[in-house]
């Protein structure tokens, strides 16, 4: 479990401070701060400053998870219908080319896919992109010499020194 623990909800989070102003509306000694915080959510108990930001929390409060909206082709669960087609447009609609062989695909999924097929390293390792491709290279002794003989000579001297 990564973070803090909360002591007042037992959740783990990054940053305590921020977690317990804007969930419990407590400053960091556990002191109630709601002289900022007039409007809670009757559901949750999230406090809001003003009121258009409690309306807008209020939707996704209130739905129970069989409102969530799931997508057809990859069954990712979305808070709103709107989010759902968001994705579907850009995830699954968007046709995108390679540009190292020209195949295209129309599921942007597939297409990360395929792109380490063209940047894989002697050593094994696969990337994305050309650049970070090179990056690697730069420092990988399968790719380069002269890191190759830095390493061995790194290694002869500490057998050396024993």
């Not at 406090?47 to 209130?62: G, Y």
Request: charged letters at 30%; proline letters at 4%.
């Amino acid at each position: 479990e990564n973070g803090t623990k909360c002591p007042v909800c037992d959740k783990f989070v990054k940053k305590l401070n921020w977690h317990l102003r804007q969930t419990h509306g407590l400053d960091k000694n556990l002191k109630p701060t709601f002289s900022t915080f007039k409007h809670h959510c009757n559901k949750c108990g999230k406090p809001f400053r003003d009121k258009c930001n409690l309306e807008r929390h209020l939707p996704s409060c209130q739905k129970s998870k069989k409102d969530d909206q799931q997508c057809n082709i990859c069954s990712k669960t979305f808070n709103s219908k709107t989010n759902k087609e968001i994705h579907v447009k850009e995830m699954h609609m968007t046709e995108k080319s390679c540009e190292k062989c020209g195949s295209n695909f129309k599921d942007k999924t597939d297409f990360y896919r395929h792109l380490p097929c063209h940047f894989t390293c002697k050593c094994g390792k696969k990337f994305i992109n050309q650049y970070k491709f090179d990056r690697h290279k730069e420092r990988c002794s399968s790719s380069n010499p002269e890191i190759a003989k830095m390493i061995l000579k790194s290694s002869y001297q500490n057998v050396i020194s024993y």
